[in-house]
């Protein structure tokens, strides 16, 4: 078995990048072993993108006396699916200080359902079930926000 959690495939931003990493994974799968891979299901990641600045979460970090703020900003363009922006992580004291604040870029790939099926049959490997969250809720295109792959070699 192997996993690539987290929409981890969606950072490789090329659509053949993708597809050389899901041939490298099944090569080294044994005949029945499986592969989980979540991903965003576009329509429902897209709707969350206006390229504007957004508090994402805020929280205590009882154990050191601070507050932990995730912002971030993503663009999305329709031609390549790529996704780009920032995630700004900001550390305050109890009093307000900033202690801290990192900048991340984010760059990712948005693959729709019928092309991450074709690169999977690509590699090699078949669809044994598809989920639409991480309580295996069936998949729902036009609701349900992730897509968690279970592929079969």
């Not at 192997?2 to 490789?12: C, D, G, R, S, V």
């Not at 989980?36 to 929280?59: K, S």
Request: overall charge negative; some cysteine; aromatic content about 10%.
């Amino acid at each position: 078995m192997a996993l690539i959690p987290f929409h981890a495939l969606a950072e490789l931003s090329i659509l053949a990048d993708q597809q050389r990493a899901l041939v490298r994974v099944a090569h080294h799968l044994l005949r029945g072993g499986r592969l989980i891979v979540t991903l965003h299901n576009p329509p429902v990641r897209i709707q969350r993108i206006d390229g504007l600045l957004h508090l994402w979460a805020e929280r205590e970090m009882p154990a050191h006396g601070q507050r932990l703020l995730l912002w971030g900003r993503e663009q999305y363009d329709p031609e390549t699916h790529l996704v780009a922006g920032h995630e700004f992580f900001e550390v305050y004291d109890r009093d307000g200080l900033m202690l801290a604040r990192h900048l991340l870029p984010l760059n990712f790939r948005l693959t729709s359902p019928a092309e991450f099926e074709t690169l999977a049959h690509h590699a090699g490997l078949k669809v044994s079930a598809l989920y639409g969250d991480y309580s295996c809720a069936p998949f729902d295109p036009a609701s349900s926000p992730f897509m968690i792959w279970v592929l079969e070699k």
